[in-house]
């Protein structure tokens, strides 16, 4: 089998962060959602998404293809259902389609497939809020996948482990003094990653690949720090993409925070509404705050996004793509993409500003913006034109 990974209809629940990558891009637990893919089938995927995303994310086609939607992760079952799957059969999980088998010159016609129910238990997002609260099953079940059958690199004496049989520590990982805690669920510390000295850390707790936890970290449970980030401070059930950094103190909670991203010193995010009512997010599909139904959400930020130091956001606050944040004051809780400014106000962050800082970002990690990036990011500002003022 082929397997495409597709967006659905809810893509727009996950912007801002689906405007720069498709669903299967996001990180959700330990891995990105096409990475959990790969290694179900032990075979590289491909995205059917907007097609302006198609020259970074492309579909790759064959004679025979599975199409999967994004929005699950794969178990066992789910698994043995797709590869039992016959050409006119759709597995459906209740009104939505989870997978289907095309021919490559065929299109979907569902009301010809027989449909197949799941009863399972599945794991899968249908709101971006989902990426925070849901991240403890999903690093718990990512934990189980990248940890099967090995044995961890050992853990210094000097670290205090609790439940250390859950605690798997990767190959070049470097750890000092501190405390993990895996009572209620586990800790995965990645490749060449680092904790830093008297840093604190609960599962479910995931620190990836060459990402560091700099030192007297209070980390909670739920927490997903991705690659190449630098994280201080006292966090708790928030998932970093990638690249990014909160390297110093300040609080972040149930919060997601895209890639090339950069929280400067003492940045606070609320989570709790002072009367504790359920928090309401800004939708981009209706143009307007929706109720999550959530009494504890923080920060949402899109890729390539930066706020100055003693930055305040509001609780349910969005950052769009590429906006530059600063001043003093509570900024909006709607930040809309390519937007420079705060509380006082905000113009609109140029492209070629934008493409200067974030190249010189992503030398820093050795990396380059291609004009696959550059063209991507031109879109998203004339899409997201209309929520600028000048």
Known sequence: MNPILFDDHLRSQFLPLTFTRPIADLRFGILKISEKWEKAFNSEISYQTENYLTSKFPKTISSENVYINARYCPN??????????????VLMHGETIVAYILDKNSTLDISKLNTIPIHFELLYVEHITDLFSKNHRAIEADFEILTAGRTSESIPETVTCFNKERIFVEKGAKLYNGTLNATDGPIYIGKDAEVMENAAIRGPFALCDHATVKMGAKIYTGTTIGPHSKVGGEVSNSLIQGFSNKGHDGFLGNSVIGEWCNLGADTNTSNLKNNYASVKLWDYESSRFKDTGLQFCGLIMGDHSKCSINMMFNTGT?????????????????????????????????????????????????????????????????????????
Not at 76 to 89: M, R
Not at 351 to 378: G, Q
């Open 76 to 89: 066992s079952a789910l698994i043995s259902a797709i590869q039992n799957l016959k050409k006119d059969e």
């Open 318 to 390: 969005i950052v769009g793509v590429s906006a530059n944040i600063f001043g003093s004051g509570f900024p909006r809780n709607f930040v809309p993409s390519f937007s420079w400014g705060g509380s006082q106000g905000v113009i609109t962050y140029k492209l070629n500003k934008v493409f200067e800082v974030a190249d010189i970002v992503m030398k820093r990690r050795s990396l380059n913006l291609t004009e696959e990036d550059r063209t991507i990011l031109e879109h998203i500002f004339e899409a997201t034109s209309s929520y600028r003022r000048d």
